[in-house]
């Protein structure tokens, strides 16, 4: 008997067996997924079959019935997110608080204002406080004029509450009022403007000056009044003594406010100021024209003249209608002068000035002042080999001949009179065509023995 098969035949039943029960437990499983899905179906069918009007057209009354679902579906999946807005804001809000520094300055609101303190927001979670301490540079008419809602500018002295019972950052408007007046000084210096400030006192180097609550210093190299008067130093300390209590024209040349450094220059500024008006001037002047000026420096040729921006000559020979050797036998530096206008060089920016010519030429009015046999004074101005010349006035000379000297043959001039003498002549002679004065010493000599 074959065994084999049998037993073959009997597990491949049992397999059979177990193939037909998994796919009918497959089966089962199938179809109720698919009856729960059916189910599914037909009630999100029967809901919105009940929901429906009975009139399936009308849109907008399935619209209104969807909404409030729409909206509460809406409250469920929104309530986490503005959980998180909430969280984030709060996290700005503390982030957004301002964080003070010693010495900042800050633009803030008055909020609050009487007898002691001043209350002034300034971005952080309390008004930052300004102390009466901290407001003495403030007077009682600029605190009268400051109201509730002007912006102030303060300058941090504490960042954070004290335990002196101020419990909020301690502010300063003296420190701030400073901290003004040092960036309108950078302003003036990035704009390079020219402004006028007070001398309040000097030292061996220089000038001390007030410029906006802000104390400046002048190298004595910069100042003009400094320029002419050589190197003696007794002579610098007088002059900048005589400074004190007086204003000048100055220019920023260095601001530095971390080492509360301010130096300045009236050199420069006079020199852009004449440059800027040089032009307007030099088109305003014109020859003939008389016009006020002030010595500015004086040469072995001559001397420079101011006339408000434009510098002129006069020339040794055009400053007096007398023989002049030395500008400073008549003149000084800084001496107000009227000058005649002889010449303009547009092209080389220069004028030539005359002082003799804002006086009558002497010799034009000879005739009326003297008269042929006149007795007058007169001073000797020089010695010749033929004469010696002698001065009635300034600009006037007349020429004593050697014959005109004394009675008898003179060799030498300088025998009878000398330079500087004081001596009595008679007129001969008037030529005014000719600027010629003749003169006679010994016959004015005869006149008085015979008197």
């Not at 399935?62 to 998180?84: F, G």
């Amino acid at each position: 008997m074959n065994v084999t098969p049998v037993t073959s035949t009997e597990n491949d039943g049992e397999e059979l067996v177990n193939n037909e029960e998994a796919q009918a437990t497959s089966t089962q499983e199938t179809s109720n997924e698919s009856g729960a899905a059916e189910a599914a179906v037909e009630g999100t069918n029967s809901v919105e079959s009940a929901a429906a009007p009975a009139d399936a057209g009308d849109t907008e009354g399935a619209v209104e019935v969807e909404a409030p679902a729409s909206e509460e579906k809406a409250e469920e999946n929104t309530a986490p997110v503005s959980l998180m807005e909430q969280l984030l804001n709060e996290n700005e809000a503390a982030s957004s608080v301002r964080r003070l520094e010693y010495g900042q300055a800050i633009e803030g609101i008055l909020m609050y204002k009487d007898r002691d303190d001043l209350l002034v927001d300034i971005g952080t979670k309390s008004e930052g406080i300004v102390p009466q301490r901290e407001r003495q540079s403030l007077s009682s008419e600029k605190l009268d004029e400051m109201h509730v809602g002007d912006k102030v500018l303060v300058v941090v002295v504490r960042p954070e509450s004290g335990v002196d019972g101020e419990d909020g950052p301690i502010l300063s408007i003296d420190k701030a009022r400073t901290e003004v007046s040092w960036r309108k000084l950078q302003q003036q210096f990035e704009a390079g403007e020219v402004f006028e400030v007070d001398v309040v006192g000097y030292n061996k180097g220089g000038l001390m000056v007030e410029v906006e609550g802000v104390r400046g210093f002048i190298p004595a190299s910069q100042v003009n009044a400094l320029s002419g008067i050589g190197d003696s130093e007794e002579n610098r300390q007088s002059q900048m003594s005589r400074l004190v209590n007086t204003k000048l024209l100055v220019k920023i040349v260095e601001v530095n406010r971390d080492r509360n450094r301010l130096i300045l220059s009236e050199r420069q500024a006079v020199r852009e100021q004449r440059e800027a008006s040089k032009g307007r001037l030099m088109n305003e002047l014109e020859v003939g024209q008389i016009r006020e000026g002030v010595v500015t420096t004086l040469a072995k040729f001559g001397a420079f003249i101011d006339l408000g921006g434009v510098d002129g000559l006069v020339h040794v020979s055009e400053l007096s209608w007398a023989r002049i050797d030395d500008p400073k036998q008549i003149l000084s530096v800084g001496q107000p002068v009227k000058v005649y206008i002889l010449g303009i060089d547009q092209d080389k920016q220069k004028v030539a000035l005359s002082i003799k010519r804002t006086q009558p030429e002497p010799w034009s009015q000879v005739t009326e002042k003297y008269h042929v046999g006149e007795l007058v004074e007169a001073t000797i101005s020089q010695l010749s080999n033929f004469g010696a010349f002698a001065r009635l006035e300034e600009g006037l000379e007349g020429l004593i001949h050697i014959s005109e000297l004394a009675e008898g043959r003179v060799e030498r001039p300088g025998d009878i009179v000398k330079p500087g003498d004081k001596v009595k002549v008679r007129i001969l002679r008037i030529e005014p065509e000719n600027r010629r004065l003749a003169l006679s010493l010994k016959r004015a000599a005869e006149d008085t023995t015979e008197e």
